[in-house]
């Protein structure tokens, strides 16, 4: 088994329960208590599973789940709550959850419900086809990137950068290097062409594509994706 379940709960009795019962499920867990840390983890780290109390300091569940959707995350959320209105099980289906457990919760059908989401989640292999770098979601098998969960038009050969640049994230990558892997010209060859393209990367990914946070110029050499 060995899935990764992010547990965010401020309720410190019932966070030890639930962590003690999904590991003995043979569940990997780990926690965030409050909004802000839930969020934070989700979007950096890898989970299977998402549970998200709605009732939390900081931001609440509600406000977490939608900025997880608008980052392009797909994670399954199983939203916990105290309250057992229907409209408020509606909100939080609207915002992107995929269930919806009210407290006092009996712990099997908890448990049976968690394990009818991650059945349903896409594979490993589907997921190991996307490429998170902060709001930047990169579909690697279906050429498709989205950017604080909307989708950006990029040229072929836009991709094939953005691609190369995460996957080489961190280093520093010279003009010749990205010339020679990602069009195949010869080092020898003068042209702009890198220049043109990583500009019209920063204008569709940068918050302020004059001072860029992402892709950064190293004078003199040439460019670095910063994760």
């Known amino acids: 088994m060995n899935e990764n379940i992010l547990l965010v ?18 569940y990997v867990v780990d926690r965030a208590r409050d909004g802000n840390e839930g969020l934070e983890k989700s979007t950096r780290l890898p989970f299977d599973l998402i549970v998200l109390d709605v009732m939390l300091p900081g931001k609440n569940g509600f406000d977490v789940c939608r900025e997880i959707r608008q980052a392009g995350l797909i994670t399954p959320i199983l939203m916990l709550t105290a309250r057992g209105q229907t409209a408020e099980k509606v909100v939080g289906l609207k915002l ?49 990137v989205w950017r604080e969960g909307k989708l950006v038009p990029l040229s072929a050969r836009e991709f094939q950068l953005l691609r190369y640049f995460v996957e080489h994230a961190g280093e520093t990558l010279s003009r010749d ?36 946070s992402l892709i950064l110029t190293v004078p003199g050499f040439g460019y670095k994706l910063v994760p």
């Open 96 to 144: 992107g959850a995929d269930d919806y457990v009210t407290k006092p919760f009996d712990m099997l059908e908890l448990m049976a419900r968690i394990e009818a989401l991650l059945r349903r989640a896409p594979s490993k292999s589907a997921q190991e086809n996307v490429q998170q770098i902060r709001a930047i979601r990169m579909d690697l098998r279906g050429t498709e």
């Open 177 to 212: 290097q990205l010339l020679r892997d990602v069009w195949g010209y010869s080092a020898t060859t003068f042209t702009r062409t890198v220049d043109v393209h990583v500009a019209s990367l920063r204008q569709k990914l940068e918050d302020d594509p004059k001072q860029p």
């Open 9 to 26: 709960e401020d309720e410190e009795a019932l966070c030890l329960m639930l962590s003690d019962r999904l590991r003995a499920e043979g």
